[in-house]
């Protein structure tokens, strides 16, 4: 009988070790935090896209097929401005996987916009567990359409893009980031000369975008250990639940206390950002009249035409060609009265004058150094 309780009391004893050790962490099947790989994302122009352009904005969406839960899944937007004229680059820290990658066109300061060369439909980005350099990449191309070749139906698109991009955006297109996206992009659409819906569209935009809502997560954003809804959140003392820690006979034995199961979750990346600088030539005007040396009118003076006979009848004659005119009078008995008068006429007077006749513009370029972009040492950027 005695042998029979010391069997039992053993097999208690072993059960609550396990038990135990499971909730400590020890079990076998504890859920691992997948890790993350950089993404690298490059965006190239042909021309025309700078720093007074509306970003390019990156949508980045968990490929079709992807089986993780949809809380896991990726679904957000980012924007992306050129860190040098007609380049920008986004790296991204995203799990092992396939991504669909598409772009908004941006809008340059005079109006004109990009044809999404080959990226129409999304790519896809294949992030692999590697650290090669230039590994996990893709390039977006965009070839420039002029102003005067951007219709308002494309105009229109953009700004839609735009704010469904906001609403589902990331920090860069949250809070004050969102709110200069939208000034800038209706700036240049004011600046082209097929916008016409697209202007009304823009307005309603900057009042209904959901600028001021929480930035969606990205992978990097989110904390690197969450309960999942079939798992128990650890309470601390890291024996699942049983705070006394007995160990099942009177001992003082803790399974758990001081295990690494009950440290607190490591908590979320905060983005310390700091100022990219670059240089651009900036034209300083300076504009000054042109002159030139022009004959202008400064008044008019009377010139004789000589003297003419008013004869009575009412006849002017040049003096000197009067007389057949008086006998043909005296011959028919009428008289030949009349007077002498000199005709004058005005004549204009002119001076040479030194007057300006336009201007130039006699400016010179500076180089200034401005603030291009934001990065944390994490890798993003807004």
């Known amino acids: 009988m005695k042998g029979r309780m010391k069997r039992v009391m053993a097999v208690a004893m072993s059960l609550a070790m396990v038990a135990a050790l499971t909730a400590c ?7 691992q935090e997948p890790e993350l790989e950089t993404a690298h994302i490059d965006i190239k122009a042909d021309k025309g896209w700078t720093k007074d352009s509306t970003p390019a904005i990156v949508h980045i969406k968990s490929a079709d097929g992807d089986d993780r ?28 996987g396939s991504y669909e990658v598409k772009v908004i066109s941006p809008v340059n300061s005079d109006g004109s916009a990009y044809e999404l060369f080959e990226t129409e439909d999304a790519k896809t980005l294949e992030v692999k567990d590697i650290d090669e350099k230039g590994g996990n990449s893709i390039d977006m191309e965009m070839k420039l359409i002029p102003a005067d070749k951007v219709t308002d139906e494309m105009l229109t698109a953009i700004v839609k893009d735009t704010k469904d991009a906001i609403a589902k955006g990331d920090e860069s297109l949250k809070g004050d980031n969102g709110k200069a996206v939208l000034e800038v992009l209706d700036k240049n659409i004011e600046a082209n000369p097929n916008a016409e819906g697209a202007k009304d569209e823009s307005d309603k935009a900057k009042d209904d975008a959901k600028v001021d809502e929480a930035p969606v997560e990205t992978p990097a954003d989110k904390p690197a250990d969450k309960p999942s809804a079939d798992k128990p959140a650890n309470n601390g003392n890291g024996n699942g639940g049983n705070a006394s820690g007995n160990g099942g006979d009177g001992g003082s034995s803790n399974h758990g206390g001081n295990s690494s199961a009950s440290k607190p979750s490591a908590p979320s990346h905060t983005h310390s950002w700091k100022d990219h600088t670059a240089t651009k030539q900036v034209w300083v005007s300076n504009i000054v009249p042109v002159y030139e040396n022009q004959q202008v009118q400064v008044g008019t003076k009377k010139v004789s035409e000589g003297f003419f006979w008013h004869c009575n009848c009412g006849a002017v004659i040049p003096k000197g060609q ?6 043909n009078h005296i011959a028919n008995n009428e008289p030949d009265n009349g007077y002498v008068k000199e005709h004058f006429h005005e004549e204009p007077v002119y001076e040479t004058k030194r007057v300006q006749v336009g201007t130039r513009d006699d400016g010179h370029y500076e180089t200034q150094t401005y603030v291009d972009y934001k990065y944390c040492d994490c890798g993003a950027t807004k």
Do not use: Q, R, T, W
Not at 25 to 31: C, I, P, Q, V
Not at 72 to 91: C, L, M, Q, R, W
């Open 25 to 31: 962490g020890g079990g076998a099947d504890k859920e």
């Open 69 to 96: 839960k949809d809380a896991d899944k990726v679904d957000f937007y980012h924007a992306v401005a050129p860190s040098e004229d007609n380049i920008g680059s986004y790296e991204v820290e995203l799990e092992v």
């Open 322 to 327: 009067d007389a057949d005119h008086a006998f």
